[in-house]
């Protein structure tokens, strides 16, 4: 089975810019996978943040970017505030309707 | 304004069988994929499956296969994701999810307690 492997958490201050990557157990993440970051707290629904690689969902902040870093997807957010304290997770689209998460990093901002 | 609002919570008991429900509005709802979410306590999400109301054409996470089975009713707009004989593992936050433009999960239902216990 793919694992899609994830930072298990990062900290930042406020502020600051932290990038979190999303990689392949086997292989490279390209745009051919489409890769997608989600923003989730438990219990509450998940919020699209980037899809398409790089494509910011509506009403996002340009705070939240999204990029290929070698041979990872990434999602870098520039100028870190209190409320994206969160997990993030990545998800690969791997063909014939099915997709893959994540393994999910935590993000702390303090 | 696009919209994916679940059913309540649920409380089970091992064995028995369970329907939960996504129901979609404020767009076409035959034209777009479905997925499901689940999402362990303490856990990561996972990826179950999805389903083309338009035809009902169904692909299951190979991890998910056998175990649920995704449905839809097009005639009220609605999705389903149900348990044959739930078991207490199943115990897990499900969350439902259209599947919009450039492959993206771009609107998600609030999300369906189903809790297993005896």
């Known amino acids: 089975q793919t694992l899609v492997t994830q930072e298990p958490s990062f900290s930042v201050s406020p502020g600051g810019t932290v990038t979190l990557t999303c990689g392949l157990s086997?292989?490279?993440?390209?745009?051919?996978?489409?890769p997608s970051w989600y923003q989730h707290t438990p219990g509450q629904a998940p919020r699209t943040l980037i899809y398409s690689t790089n494509t910011r969902s509506s009403g996002v902040p340009d705070r939240f970017s999204g990029s290929i870093l070698g041979n990872k997807a990434a999602l870098t957010i520039t100028g870190a505030q209190a409320d994206d304290e969160s997990d993030y997770y990545c998800v690969l689209y791997m063909g014939s309707g099915n997709y893959v998460f994540g393994t999910g990093t935590k993000v702390i901002v303090l | 304004e696009v919209q994916l609002v679940q059913s309540g919570a649920e409380v089970k008991k091992p064995g028995e069988s369970l329907k939960i429900s996504c129901k979609g509005s404020?767009?076409?709802?035959?034209?777009?994929?479905i997925g499901w979410v689940r999402q362990m306590p303490g856990k990561g999400l996972e990826w179950m499956g999805i389903?083309?109301?338009?035809?009902?054409?169904?692909r299951y996470s190979p991890s998910f296969q056998g175990q649920v089975t995704i449905s839809a009713d097009k005639s009220i707009s609605t999705a389903y994701l149900q348990w044959s004989s739930l078991k207490a593992s199943d115990t897990a936050m499900y969350y439902c999810?259209?599947?919009?433009?450039?492959?993206?999960?771009?609107?998600w239902g609030q999300g369906t307690l189903v809790t297993v216990s005896s």
């Open positions: 086997s292989g490279s993440v390209s745009t051919s996978y489409y």
């Open positions: 999810a259209r599947r919009g433009g450039e492959l993206t999960l771009d609107s």
């Open positions: 389903i083309y109301p338009g035809d009902s054409d169904t």
């Open positions: 404020g767009y076409t709802f035959i034209s777009y994929w």
